[in-house]
């Protein structure tokens, strides 16, 4: 079974917060490029 990291967290609660933000906005948010969240 895999676990969580910290990114995903990151991830999983700026989607929770608004489930319709687009990839380039979250990736500016979380400081990564926009390819890893591809």
Known sequence: ?????ELD?????E???DGSISVPVLSKKLGINASVLY
Do not use: A, E, R
């Open 15 to 17: 989607l929770t917060k």
């Open 9 to 13: 967290m990151k991830l999983l609660f």
């Open 1 to 5: 079974m895999q676990k969580f990291d």
